[in-house]
């Protein structure tokens, strides 16, 4: 049986594969936040020189599809540790976010 995915799930064997190596100390904050800026930046070096038309179809391609895949992993692996040591639902403030921005940007209304 495979075990449900979700972010609640997938936090804690985030935190039990860290504890297993003794690795909390170092998921601080900081760290955290540099971590996922230099993941954020190796999936924005995948696409530095493609044209907008190449990087729509950058999944087609069987040698960078499984690297893309690997690093948008790697930004939400430390995106959800990010939020568990701050204590952040990152669904809630996601949610959130989003009603924010539909009132700061409501839709053009027609002719």
């Known amino acids: 049986m495979t075990e449900r995915l979700d972010?609640?799930?997938?936090?804690?064997r985030l935190a039990e594969f860290a504890a297993a190596r003794d690795w909390e100390q170092y998921h601080t904050p900081k760290n955290l936040a540099a971590a996922l800026s230099v993941e954020a930046s190796e999936l924005v070096e995948i696409f530095q020189w493609l044209t907008p038309e190449?990087?729509?179809?950058v999944m087609d391609d069987p040698d960078t599809a499984p690297r893309v895949?690997?690093?948008v992993a790697d930004v939400l692996a430390y995106l959800l540790q990010f939020c568990e040591v701050l204590g952040i639902?990152?669904?809630a403030a996601l949610a959130a976010k989003i009603e924010r921005n539909e009132r700061r940007f409501p839709v053009p209304e027609g002719p």
Request: net charge negative; aromatic share 0%.
């Open 69 to 71: 895949a690997d690093e």
């Open 54 to 57: 190449q990087s729509a179809r």
């Open 89 to 91: 639902d990152v669904l």
């Open 7 to 12: 972010v609640a799930v997938l936090q804690r």
